[in-house]
């Protein structure tokens, strides 16, 4: 995505990041909201920033399937000049050699994201970056590059934890938000979700991070080392989709390398 054009967006009179909105009875009712919201995404999620209660591995990953072997790219399809199996890993990187001038993604071909969970440990370079694709689509006549919900990933500790629509809606929810999206208008802000900079300091440099997205119906649950980070209810019925591939990116600009290992997939409803 082309965060170069980036502009909040924000007008005057809507809270600002982080900042409560109309006292102490509206803060109830955003609280009364996201209790409910949680209960239809099937899972108990400590908003706020807190971490999520830890649970037995065993408990934790039943029902997950690996969707990497670690060994080769069997079930996956990218550009072999970004991709690669290095060291148990899925590794992409773009050199001085190899710029890009458009996205590239290696998609997941052995299945369909529909209604998910998804664990996955990734590691970015400083000046990386990267997203996990879930629910898109191809773009025609275009070569490896996908439209659709992301789970956004960078080095610089500006974009990790959000929800970007690649080449559609863009800017879904920042880190820290609660969202609700309805068409043609801008993502209203319905809760806050801890202080952005704050949330940002769970992510590790330069090292291994966990992703764990959450994924049922019009909910989306992007959570970074067991903190919830971005939140979006898509009440867009024009635009939203519950069904599409799943890929992972290399992004235009300087060189850099992102890594990912230990995909897990769980599927919460019947899919193909």
């Given amino acids: 995505m082309n965060r170069r054009e980036f ?3 924000r007008g005057a009179g809507e809270p600002r990041l982080g900042q409560r909105t109309e006292g102490s009875k509206q803060i109830m009712n955003s609280l009364i909201r996201i209790s409910r919201v949680v209960v239809l995404a099937g899972t108990a999620l400590t908003l706020a920033a807190l971490p999520i209660k830890t649970l037995a591995a065993s408990d934790v990953d039943s029902g997950f399937e690996l969707i990497f072997d670690g060994k080769t790219l069997d079930g996956w399809q990218g550009d072999p000049k970004y991709w690669r199996v290095e ?3 899925l590794v992409g990187e ?24 998804l664990k996955v440990e990734y590691r970015v370079s ?5 997203g996990i694709n879930y629910r898109s689509v191809e773009v025609p006549g275009q070569l490896w590059a996908l439209r659709g919900y992301q789970a956004d990933i960078d080095g610089e500790d500006q974009w990790s934890g959000q929800n970007y629509e690649e080449r559609g809606r863009t800017f879904l929810a920042m880190r820290g938000e609660m969202v609700r999206l309805e068409e043609g208008k ?33 909910v989306m649950v992007h959570i970074l080392n067991s903190h919830v980070m971005s939140f979006v209810i898509d009440d867009d019925v024009k635009n939203r989709r519950f069904d599409g591939l799943l890929g992972v990116q290399v992004h235009v600009g300087p060189p850099m390398k992102i890594e990912y290992r230990n995909f897990r997939l769980k599927r919460l409803s019947e899919q193909p």
């Fill in 94 to 117: 773009v050199t001085p050699e190899t710029i890009l001038k458009q996205n590239s993604f290696i998609i997941w071909r052995s299945g369909r994201t529909r209604d998910f969970e």
């Fill in 126 to 130: 400083a000046r990386g970056n990267s």
């Fill in 87 to 89: 060291n148990g890993c």
């Fill in 7 to 9: 502009v909040q967006t």
């Fill in 186 to 218: 801008k993502p209203l802000l319905t809760a806050s979700l801890g202080d952005k900079k704050e949330l940002q300091a769970f992510v590790k440099k330069e090292d291994w991070n966990e992703y764990h997205l959450i994924v049922r119906g019009n």
